[in-house]
């Protein structure tokens, strides 16, 4: 057995409440945790760079553990994790972009999310001028009779940009890559030196549908650095917003997987619904999406009775329509026939990537943030994570589901046991320069913020990463096989973000 | 005098088709919108998008072939023509003696033709797989309709459709396994033909997933008015076929007054908003099939015309 990684130790009682330390490594250690998550022992959380460093998330399922190790490059290289563990790849190739720091080792330095049109290479790096970039190549594919389907990146639908390259027989799918990074708007650059207000409204702006669960992240590791603890009510009522914002987005996603299939009649009743929750979402809080409600230190919007009846009658009615719905998927023949054996994503990928949310859960990875590194006040009400193992559309669509159905009792739980008091903490100052990390179960999965304040309260760094940055790379593993004309359904299945990735 | 209205009637019945078939694929969306919930748009707006793609300007590849350009109007002739044999609301139609069922096939087919090729003109990946996906439909629709109008002939004794009309509607016909057979061929045909789920969605955005849809995207301005209004021809097309051999109730027989032909005209009128009923409901009840379950769909009407024309014979023979 190898020895234990460095610093791979912290507890989530520890990193929740105070700030989260990280293990300074050198090369030969950090290349020693490369080869441990290649074999598997540990999962990556995230792979990012801060001045003169380069940093790495890990989580230990099996003990529960994180840690964060940080390797200093004084050169501007370091030892390629992706060599060892390809999900590490594209994190790599953005650190490339953006800072101009050389992975050692890797065998794909295309550049990512650089695509020759910025006005500066390296923006969070030593900024220089751009050097003309030559034309992107797609890996080769080799083989008789095969033809290639540029997609993107503007759509016919309405949703955002993305390439994908199909490579086909006949209807076939033989391999498909994504590009992605037409959205990159500089979140990381506007974040340095913003204030803590500015950054959270950065921060809920990153992913609109995730606008929760990402500023609730920020909040967190702003908390967690300044060791603030924001008042129980902040806390329940961040729960509600969390599991509203579920609430719309698995319902948005169960009738758009259906409509792809062109099962128009699901689309319409979900939208229904859908919509109910967004109306009840600006009844209560003052926005349909939720945006900029929470904040470093507690929540803007406080709920009132008229409030609480608004979500009682809104979790009634989800009660009652649903069910329905669930039947009328469950039993269309020739629904279930697209549904069913579509865009398998083998568990073992999933185990491998880190795959969160539905993704992960649908092909047997059994995590989720609320339950196994729990923050408040999800640790004193736990919520029912569903599982399921056969990893393709149906069995992403049943887990949606299941998450329905648990935040509708989550909602309900948190309104019978919504405490009194205030829902804003006020923040003080730091103590020096210092860290914390925020870790959330967002719709799509565990949305992870690192944030590092200056002495004089101003945000240093601070990195967000999506759930979709593990999952876009299984989609291509997924659609592999399939026909072409199923990649839109296995597509709305994951659901992954591109702003969210692009950053 | 007789010949005055025979070609009186046929006049009346190309104009007819032309102006009623975007009103029919208006009503079919409006009943889908209805189903599902939504306000749907009013029944004129595919007049109105008609009109306005008239009046746009065409973009063209830069690669666009002649063919690119003279396709949609031959596709528009074929299918407006082949619209026009199909009695509506009078039998004895002046071409019908000219052209019979199989021509109206041919005529379809040869439109599916210069539509696959259009298609591939541009050398897009899109029309390259909308092409190939319809001529894959197309190989096992043509052979089911084939058969089915085989069937239709050996019991009217004719492929001529003002004659199998005045056959059907005559009490001599009974009832018959091989006309319910070629009935449930054709409707499946028609689906096919029409682009409509569960093989085509005509409503998607999706690019990877269109048939009909993946060949015209590179169509724009009057090229894409006709191409529309052609699909809009079809769609009335097969529904006419329906209501003119399985109901023929209510057609005016050749040499009869005013009166019969304006009954025969509140009939297909009725026949056309009962066939857009029915074809709404059934697209909203189902999802579309995967690509390659098609040839099964397909193959059932093939199978059922087969049926249909071998039951046929045994009866004869009997």
Same mark, same amino acid.
């Given at each position: 057995?190898?020895?234990?990684?460095?610093?791979?130790?912290?507890?989530?009682?520890? +990193?929740?409440?105070?700030?989260?330390?990280?293990?300074?490594?050198?090369?030969?250690?950090?290349?020693?945790?490369?080869?441990?998550?290649?074999?598997?022992?540990?999962?990556?959380?995230?792979?990012?760079?801060?001045?003169?460093?380069?940093?790495?998330?890990?989580?230990?399922?099996?003990?529960?553990?994180?840690?964060?190790?940080?390797?200093?490059?004084?050169?501007?290289?370091?030892?390629?994790?992706?060599?060892?563990?390809?999900?590490?790849?594209?994190?790599?190739?953005? &650190?490339?972009?953006?800072?101009?720091?050389?992975?050692?080792?890797?065998? =794909?330095?295309?550049?990512?999310?650089?695509?020759?049109?910025?006005?500066?290479?390296?923006?969070?790096?030593?900024?220089?001028?751009?050097?003309?970039?030559?034309?992107?190549?797609?890996?080769?594919?080799?083989?008789?009779?095969?033809?290639?389907?540029?997609?993107?990146?503007?759509?016919?639908?309405?949703?955002?940009?993305?390439? +994908?390259? +199909?490579?086909?027989?006949?209807?076939?799918?033989?391999?498909?890559?994504?590009?992605?990074?037409?959205?990159?708007?500089?979140?990381?650059?506007?974040?340095?030196?913003?204030?803590?207000?500015?950054?959270?409204?950065?921060?809920?702006?990153?992913?609109?549908?995730?606008?929760?669960?990402?500023?609730?992240?920020?909040?967190?590791?702003?908390?967690?650095?300044?060791?603030?603890?924001?008042?129980?009510?902040?806390?329940?009522?961040?729960?509600?917003?969390?599991?509203?914002?579920?609430?719309?987005?698995?319902?948005?996603?169960?009738?758009?997987?259906?409509?792809?299939?062109?099962?128009?009649?699901?689309?319409?009743?979900?939208?229904?619904?859908?919509?109910?929750?967004?109306?009840?979402?600006?009844?209560?809080?003052?926005?349909?999406?939720?945006?900029?409600?929470?904040?470093?230190?507690?929540?803007?919007? =406080?709920?009132?009775?008229?409030?609480?009846?608004?979500?009682?009658?809104?979790?009634?009615?989800?009660?009652?329509?649903?069910?329905?719905?669930?039947?009328?998927?469950?039993?269309?023949?020739?629904?279930?026939?697209?549904?069913?054996?579509?865009?398998?994503?083998?568990?073992?990928?999933?185990?491998?990537?880190?795959?969160?949310? +539905?993704?992960?859960?649908?092909?047997?990875?059994?995590?989720?943030?609320?339950?196994?590194?729990?923050?408040?006040?999800?640790?004193?009400?736990?919520?029912?994570?569903?599982?399921?193992?056969?990893?393709?559309?149906?069995?992403?669509?049943?887990?949606?589901?299941?998450? &329905?159905?648990?935040?509708?009792?989550?909602?309900?739980?948190?309104?019978?046991?919504?405490?009194?008091?205030?829902?804003?903490?006020?923040?003080?100052?730091?103590?020096?320069?210092?860290?914390?990390?925020?870790?959330?179960?967002?719709?799509?999965?565990?949305?992870?913020?690192?944030?590092?304040?200056?002495?004089?309260?101003?945000?240093?760094?601070?990195?967000?990463?999506?759930?979709?940055?593990?999952?876009?790379?299984?989609?291509?593993?997924?659609?592999?096989?399939? &026909?072409?004309?199923?990649?839109?359904?296995?597509?709305?299945?994951?659901?992954?973000?591109?702003?969210?990735?692009?950053? | 005098?007789?010949?005055?209205?025979?070609?009186?009637?046929?006049?009346?019945?190309?104009?007819?088709?032309?102006?009623?078939?975007?009103?029919?694929?208006?009503?079919?969306?409006?009943?889908?919108?209805?189903?599902?919930?939504?306000?749907?748009?009013?029944?004129?707006?595919?007049?109105?998008?008609?009109?306005?793609?008239?009046?746009? $300007?065409?973009?063209?590849?830069?690669?666009?072939?002649?063919?690119?350009?003279?396709?949609?109007?031959?596709?528009?002739?074929?299918?407006?023509?082949?619209? @026009?044999?199909?009695?509506?609301?009078?039998?004895?139609?002046?071409?019908?003696?000219?052209?019979?069922?199989?021509?109206?096939? @041919?005529?379809?087919?040869?439109?599916?033709?210069?539509?696959?090729?259009?298609?591939?003109?541009?050398?897009?990946?899109?029309?390259?797989?909308?092409?190939?996906?319809?001529?894959?439909?197309?190989?096992?629709? $043509?052979?089911?309709?084939?058969?089915?109008?085989?069937?239709?002939?050996?019991?009217?004794?004719?492929?001529?459709?003002?004659?199998?009309?005045?056959?059907?509607?005559?009490?001599?016909?009974?009832?018959?396994?091989?006309?319910?057979?070629?009935?449930?061929?054709?409707?499946?045909?028609?689906?096919?033909?029409?682009?409509?789920?569960?093989?085509?969605?005509?409503?998607?955005?999706?690019?990877?997933?269109?048939?009909?849809?993946?060949?015209?995207?590179?169509?724009?301005?009057?090229?894409?008015?006709?191409?529309?209004?052609?699909?809009?021809?079809?769609?009335?097309?097969?529904?006419?076929?329906?209501?003119?051999?399985?109901?023929?109730?209510?057609?005016?027989?050749?040499?009869?007054?005013?009166?019969?032909?304006?009954?025969?005209?509140?009939?297909?009128?009725?026949?056309?908003?009962?066939?857009?009923?029915?074809?709404?409901?059934?697209?909203?009840?189902?999802?579309?099939?995967?690509?390659?379950?098609?040839?099964?769909?397909?193959?059932?009407?093939?199978?059922?015309?087969?049926?249909?024309?071998?039951?046929?014979?045994?009866?004869?023979?009997?």
């Amino acid at each position: 057995m190898t020895r234990p990684i460095p610093g791979l130790n912290v507890a989530p009682a520890a +990193f929740r409440d105070g700030p989260m330390p990280r293990s300074r490594v050198g090369a030969a250690d950090w290349r020693r945790a490369a080869e441990a998550l290649g074999q598997g022992a540990a999962t990556l959380m995230s792979l990012w760079a801060s001045e003169g460093e380069v940093h790495m998330a890990l989580h230990d399922a099996a003990a529960g553990r994180i840690g964060i190790l940080s390797l200093p490059v004084p050169e501007g290289r370091f030892p390629s994790v992706a060599g060892h563990h390809p999900p590490a790849q594209r994190l790599e190739r953005t &650190i490339a972009d953006l800072h101009g720091l050389q992975p050692q080792g890797a065998d =794909d330095v295309r550049p990512w999310l650089d695509h020759g049109h910025w006005e500066i290479a390296h923006p969070l790096g030593a900024a220089a001028a751009a050097v003309p970039r030559l034309p992107y190549v797609f890996l080769p594919v080799e083989g008789e009779s095969l033809h290639q389907v540029p997609v993107g990146p503007v759509h016919a639908g309405i949703i955002e940009p993305g390439h +994908f390259r +199909f490579t086909a027989q006949g209807e076939t799918l033989v391999r498909l890559e994504a590009r992605l990074g037409y959205v990159h708007k500089g979140v990381d650059a506007l974040m340095r030196g913003a204030t803590l207000e500015r950054g959270a409204e950065l921060a809920g702006r990153v992913s609109g549908d995730s606008t929760v669960a990402y500023v609730w992240a920020f909040a967190q590791a702003a908390e967690a650095a300044l060791e603030l603890a924001p008042p129980p009510r902040a806390q329940w009522l961040r729960l509600v917003m969390a599991e509203l914002e579920r609430l719309a987005n698995h319902l948005g996603d169960i009738g758009a997987i259906c409509n792809d299939a062109s099962f128009a009649m699901m689309q319409a009743q979900c939208s229904v619904l859908r919509e109910q929750v967004l109306r009840a979402s600006a009844a209560c809080f003052g926005h349909r999406m939720l945006r900029d409600r929470i904040v470093p230190g507690g929540v803007t919007a =406080d709920l009132d009775a008229a409030g609480v009846a608004v979500l009682r009658g809104l979790l009634d009615l989800i009660g009652g329509r649903f069910p329905g719905l669930v039947t009328l998927y469950d039993e269309t023949a020739s629904l279930q026939d697209r549904t069913v054996g579509t865009g398998t994503l083998a568990n073992a990928l999933a185990r491998r990537f880190g795959a969160g949310g +539905f993704v992960g859960r649908a092909s047997g990875r059994d995590f989720d943030v609320r339950r196994d590194l729990p923050y408040a006040p999800y640790d004193m009400q736990p919520p029912a994570v569903p599982l399921r193992s056969e990893g393709d559309v149906n069995a992403r669509v049943w887990i949606r589901i299941h998450e &329905i159905e648990a935040s509708v009792a989550l909602i309900r739980t948190a309104l019978d046991r919504l405490p009194g008091g205030a829902v804003r903490a006020e923040l003080l100052a730091p103590a020096g320069e210092v860290e914390g990390l925020g870790l959330v179960e967002g719709f799509r999965g565990d949305v992870l913020a690192w944030l590092r304040l200056a002495a004089d309260g101003s945000i240093a760094r601070c990195h967000l990463r999506d759930p979709s940055w593990f999952q876009w790379p299984l989609l291509e593993a997924a659609v592999e096989g399939n &026909i072409i004309a199923d990649f839109p359904l296995c597509n709305k299945s994951f659901n992954c973000s591109y702003s969210g990735h692009d950053l | 005098m007789e010949l005055i209205q025979g070609l009186l009637v046929q006049g009346v019945q190309m104009l007819l088709v032309l102006v009623l078939a975007p009103g029919l694929v208006g009503l079919v969306r409006k009943v889908k919108a209805r189903l599902t919930r939504r306000r749907g748009a009013s029944l004129l707006q595919p007049y109105r998008d008609i009109l306005r793609l008239m009046r746009k $300007e065409v973009v063209l590849a830069e690669n666009a072939s002649w063919l690119f350009r003279v396709a949609p109007y031959a596709i528009f002739a074929a299918t407006w023509v082949a619209a @026009a044999l199909v009695p509506s609301f009078a039998t004895g139609l002046q071409f019908s003696w000219t052209a019979d069922l199989i021509a109206i096939v @041919a005529l379809l087919g040869s439109a599916r033709f210069f539509l696959a090729l259009a298609g591939m003109d541009v050398g897009t990946a899109f029309g390259g797989i909308g092409a190939s996906r319809e001529v894959m439909i197309g190989a096992f629709a $043509e052979p089911a309709m084939l058969l089915t109008v085989f069937t239709l002939a050996l019991v009217a004794g004719s492929t001529q459709l003002s004659v199998v009309a005045a056959f059907m509607a005559s009490p001599e016909v009974g009832l018959r396994v091989s006309l319910g057979l070629a009935l449930v061929a054709l409707v499946i045909v028609a689906i096919a033909e029409n682009a409509r789920i569960p093989v085509d969605n005509p409503a998607t955005h999706l690019e990877l997933t269109m048939v009909h849809e993946a060949m015209v995207l590179e169509y724009s301005g009057r090229h894409l008015a006709m191409i529309e209004i052609a699909a809009a021809l079809k769609l009335l097309l097969y529904v006419a076929l329906v209501g003119c051999v399985f109901l023929p109730w209510g057609m005016a027989a050749p040499g009869s007054g005013l009166a019969a032909h304006l009954v025969g005209l509140a009939a297909f009128l009725a026949k056309l908003a009962g066939g857009a009923v029915l074809l709404a409901v059934f697209e909203t009840a189902i999802a579309k099939m995967r690509v390659f379950r098609v040839p099964d769909f397909l193959g059932a009407a093939l199978m059922l015309g087969l049926l249909g024309t071998l039951l046929l014979f045994v009866s004869r023979s009997l």
